[in-house]
């Protein structure tokens, strides 16, 4: 779901039946809402989270691109497939890491 349209049309896309998960991107969600590059913008978190919650209402699997620290909030909403690309997992690792250091010292 990365469109407007998309969103749209969200029930007809579930309905289909080999189908079994739909994921909302963000990024290209947000370029088709004017708000380009603004992943964490409320009006485009509000959008991916209500797609969510009708994708699990379908009867399907909901799947959205989190952060470490919004996980939790996509989870809450019924997505069951959360992913991020490895650098923004292997830096969250390295600060806390980091962290882990300072405080010993």
């Known amino acids: 779901m990365e469109s407007a ?3 749209e049309n969200l029930e007809d ?3 289909v039946a080999s189908i079994d998960a739909l994921s909302a991107g963000s990024g290209d969600l947000s370029n088709s809402l ?3 590059g603004q992943r964490f ?3 485009l978190v509000a959008r991916v989270e209500e797609a969510g ?3 699990v209402k379908a009867g399907k699997i909901a799947g959205t691109r989190v952060t470490t620290q919004n996980a939790p909030r996509f989870l809450d909403a019924g997505f069951r497939i ?3 690309n490895a650098n923004a997992f292997l830096a ?3 600060a806390e890491f980091a962290s ?3 405080s010993a010292s």
């Open 92 to 94: 969250d690792g390295v």
């Open 100 to 102: 882990a250091c300072k």
């Open 53 to 55: 919650r009708r994708i």
């Open 41 to 43: 913008h409320p009006d």
């Open 34 to 36: 004017n708000l380009p």
């Open 13 to 15: 896309i579930a309905g």
């Open 5 to 7: 349209r998309a969103l």
């Open 82 to 84: 959360l992913y991020e």
